[in-house]
Structures are given as structure tokens and as C-alpha cells.
């Protein structure tokens, strides 16, 4: 079974920094295309960012860029998320998800595996 878990989300001040981490467990995350995306209360979930499974690819969506980098450890079999100058439209769960040899999809539906997801919130 793959499990994704995340953590590193918490409340922080606005303009401020966190980094969100994805773990992997069951499977290495080495061949997989990893995605973020986060979903605020009443709102639809949306793309953040991904990475193909070779890391030869990033995306992210034009709410983060310049903000959010992404980046993948395999030796650690994590995925970072960090997050710089947040806003206070950044504020939602964000997940992690996978895709076996992907490319670094931008929809949800690409993804077969989902973490539970880590709150982020922030103060004005």
C-alpha cells in the first residue's frame, strides 16, 4: 500500500515561511511524479505545484510562483513544499499525491495516491 503523509503545516504570520514535508512510506517516492495541492474551507481544491518523477519538471500555479519551491529528496523518500511570503489567501489543507512515472500533472485526477493533508494557516 502507498501512503503519503504530510506535516510541517501550523499557523504563521503573514509573510512569513513554512515548509511542508511529504513523506513517503510502503513505496519510494523515486518513481513518481509528486503534486501538491491545497483546499481552503467552501472552496474547490486546487493546484499548487508538482514535480515530475525524475524532477526534471516543476510547475506551479501563477498564486505561488516566486513564493512556493518545490523540491524532492529520494534519499530521504520526502517531497518539500517551501513556502515563502505567505499571504492571506494562502490559508487551506494542503495535500501531497503521486503518480507513478508522471510528468508532473496539474489535475487531481492524475494522482492515485493521497496523504491526509496539513493544515496551514495565517495571521494578518
Known amino acids: 500500500q502507498v501512503q503519503r503523509v504530510e506535516s510541517g503545516g501550523g499557523l504563521v504570520q503573514c509573510w512569513g515561511s513554512l515548509r511542508l514535508s511529504c513523506a513517503g512510506s510502503g513505496r519510494s517516492l523515486a518513481n513518481y511524479a509528486m503534486g501538491w495541492f491545497r483546499q481552503a474551507t467552501g472552496k474547490e481544491r486546487e493546484f499548487v505545484a508538482s514535480i515530475s518523477w525524475n524532477g526534471g519538471r516543476t510547475y506551479y500555479s501563477e498564486s505561488v510562483k516566486g513564493r512556493f519551491t518545490h523540491s524532492r529528496a529520494n534519499a530521504k523518500n520526502t517531497l518539500y513544499l517551501q513556502m515563502n511570503s505567505l499571504k492571506p489567501e494562502d490559508p487551506a489543507v494542503y495535500s501531497c499525491?503521486?503518480?507513478?512515472?508522471?510528468?508532473?500533472?496539474?489535475?487531481?485526477?492524475?494522482?492515485?495516491?493521497w496523504g491526509q493533508g496539513t493544515q496551514v494557516t495565517v495571521s494578518s
Open positions: 499525491a503521486s503518480q507513478f512515472l508522471g510528468g508532473g500533472a496539474t489535475t487531481s485526477a492524475a494522482y492515485a495516491d
